[in-house]
């Protein structure tokens, strides 16, 4: 199977779901059927040490292809509501025009941040503001056997997925970071900074973003489980269900909450990637805060371990910055820390 055809099959079995079928060159296949097919055509060239040896470039060019291809998706799909995302040739500059509504003409200071490890620099004004959004190398290494997934206990989506995670973090890292930085340059009254959840504040909050647009929150779980009302009047059996299955109200006052994923830095399980003190509050129709840029390609290559495994590594130009106005507020609730307790 050529190269082309290699890439189609393992875009198709990094994004099957286990329960459905696929179509493929005609046929129907089933997820573990697309994966055993692309397992036998992997084996073909790579089946054995001087095989993977003198085919690993080709299956490197398959990985670089299926990241490039899957991984902007997947930021699409986790930070799509509150990110701007766009990819760019190698060389080539991130631009991010900011729009100029008439409310923002009338009312609404804008500026940007600059954070994270590149950062974010105006570079030219237009009818609007257009900025340039630098990028900056990430790398990433996964200790895995190539042989796992040729003799059938590891699917070329969990292969892909332990090659695209350290990105994922590295990603997620930087937009808290860039929106921490920007929460420090909002006005004194779009934030508020508490020990615990105060209903008052929050409602504050929410209607100053909500005459720009009715706001969405975006928190972590943690932020979200501590959003309930303090008078029990408010309470009906539909939240106390939904609360009671969910661990949270999916909607507070008419507020959609969106709850980011959260993870932990290392096995340890000491530490969380995510500060969960903050909760996002932005409005819909507002210039979405965050920006991420891809640069160029995905690089793939290997080191062979002292004990003959194999270490993948991945290299990726990338940029994320936050460009802020004040028509988004957040609220830090100080007691809710990124260190397990």
Not at 99 to 106: G, V
Not at 144 to 159: A, K, M, P, T, Y
Request: glycine residues 6%; charged residues 25%; contains cysteine.
């Amino acid at each position: 199977m050529e190269l082309k055809d290699l890439t189609k099959l393992a875009k198709l079995a990094v994004n099957v779901k286990p329960s459905a079928t696929y179509s493929f060159e005609g046929e129907t296949f089933t997820a573990s059927e697309i994966n055993e097919t692309l397992r036998k055509e992997l084996n073909a060239i790579a089946g054995n040490y001087h095989l993977y040896e003198q085919n690993k470039h080709t299956i490197f060019a398959l990985v670089e292809q299926v990241v490039d291809d899957v991984l902007p998706q997947r930021v699409i799909e986790e930070y799509g509501r509150f990110a701007e995302i766009t990819t760019v040739a190698q060389g080539d500059k991130a631009i991010f025009r900011q729009k100029i509504t008439a409310a923002s003409r009338r009312r609404a200071k804008q500026f940007i941040t600059k954070a994270g490890l590149a950062g974010v620099y105006e570079v030219f004004k237009l009818d609007g503001k257009s900025y340039e959004l630098p990028v900056t190398a990430f790398g990433g290494a996964a200790q895995i056997s190539i042989e796992e997934f040729l003799d059938g206990r590891l699917d070329f989506n969990e292969l892909v997925d332990i090659v695209m995670e350290g990105l994922d973090e590295a990603i997620y890292k930087e937009i808290e970071t860039a929106l921490i930085a920007a929460a420090n340059e909002l006005s004194t009254v779009n934030k508020h900074t508490d020990t615990s959840f105060k209903e008052t504040e929050m409602d504050k909050l929410l209607s100053i973003a909500d005459s720009y647009g009715r706001s969405t929150i975006y928190c972590t779980f943690e932020f979200a489980a501590t959003m309930m009302p303090s008078d029990a009047s408010w309470y009906s059996n539909d939240m106390k269900e939904a609360r009671w299955n969910n661990g949270y109200l999916a909607n507070y006052k008419g507020h959609d909450v969106v709850v980011l994923n959260q993870s932990l830095t290392d096995e340890t399980n000491s530490m969380k990637v995510i500060d969960p003190a903050y909760a996002w509050i932005i409005p819909t129709g507002a210039d979405k805060p965050v920006k991420i840029a891809f640069e160029g390609q995905t690089l793939v290559d290997d080191r062979k371990n002292d004990d003959w495994s194999r270490e993948i590594q991945v290299y990726r130009k990338l940029g994320v910055g936050a460009l802020i106005t004040n028509n988004i507020c957040v609220y830090k609730n100080e007691t809710l820390t990124k260190e397990v307790k």
